[in-house]
T-cell receptor
Framework: AQKVTQAQTEISVVEKEDVTLDCVYE???????LFWYKQPPSGELVFLIR??????QNEISGRYSWNFQKSTSSFNFTITASQVVDSAVYFC????????????FGKGTKLTVNP | DAGVTQSPTHLIKTRGQQVTLRCSPK?????VSWYQQALGQGPQFIFQ???????QRGNFPDRFSGHQFPNYSSELNVNALLLGDSALYLC?????????????FGPGTRLTVT
């Protein structure tokens, strides 16, 4: 069975601090996709990144970076020099390619960036 | 290019009533998935529709049913509403066979059951 665990329920930082959001996943499949979504107070899920299970290269996009480690089944997300606009709930999700096409989400981490 | 749209935005119903939520997929998409997001939780998969048929279903009771129309739009129906059905209902659209790869989410319908 698939499972995504986001152990951090809430994180509060001061603007310009770096913050890492943890994600640990479980799956029996060898081929799968991992995602991060941002959910601002408006409610809409905003896609941030997708990685497939064969690509363990870390990725950087501006202030965002992702660290994928299959050995520890983790897909962590770091925001560098956080800003107030980064305040949101962040979800990590997993799907199995070629099989069930549903997304399995973690419970989310609420990030508050204080000025 | 219109994204995924959902209606209504908000809805208040009484226990025991029935509700219908609507979703129009992103242009070019043929598959619609529905998710329920309770307060403080991650979205949970309800079911997926393709070619006007339910293709997959999550762990939800039969009170939850759906429909897909020839234009790919979809409805989610919930009968005999319970207080626990209060949640944000999200619709996601995709291309069949690529739902595991890419889903676009709508803004959601917030349902309150009193």
């Amino acid at each position: 069975a698939q499972k995504v665990t986001q152990a951090q329920t809430e994180i509060s930082v001061v603007e310009k601090e770096d913050v890492t959001l943890d994600c640990v996943y479980e799956t029996r499949d060898t081929t799968y996709y991992l995602f991060w979504y941002k959910q601002p107070p408006s409610g809409e899920l905003v896609f941030l990144i997708r990685r497939n299970s064969f690509d363990e290269q870390n990725e950087i996009s501006g202030r965002y970076s992702w660290n994928f480690q299959k050995s520890t089944s983790s897909f962590n997300f770091t925001i560098t020099a956080s800003q107030v606009v980064d305040s949101a709930v962040y979800f990590c999700a997993l799907s199995e390619a070629g099989g069930s096409e549903k997304l399995v989400f973690g419970k989310g981490t609420k990030l508050t960036v204080n000025p | 290019d219109a994204g995924v749209t959902q209606s209504p935005t908000h809805l208040i119903k009484t226990r025991g009533q029935q509700v219908t939520l609507r979703c129009s997929p992103k242009s070019g998409h043929d598959t619609v998935s529905w998710y329920q997001q309770a307060l403080g939780q991650g979205p949970q998969f309800i079911f997926q529709y393709y070619e006007e048929e339910e293709r997959q279903r999550g762990n939800f009771p039969d009170r939850f049913s759906g429909h897909q129309f020839p234009n790919y739009s979809s409805e989610l129906n919930v009968n005999a509403l319970l207080l626990g059905d209060s949640a944000l209902y999200l619709c996601a659209s995709s291309l069949q066979g690529r739902s595991s790869y890419e889903q676009y989410f709508g803004p959601g319908t917030r349902l309150t059951v009193t």
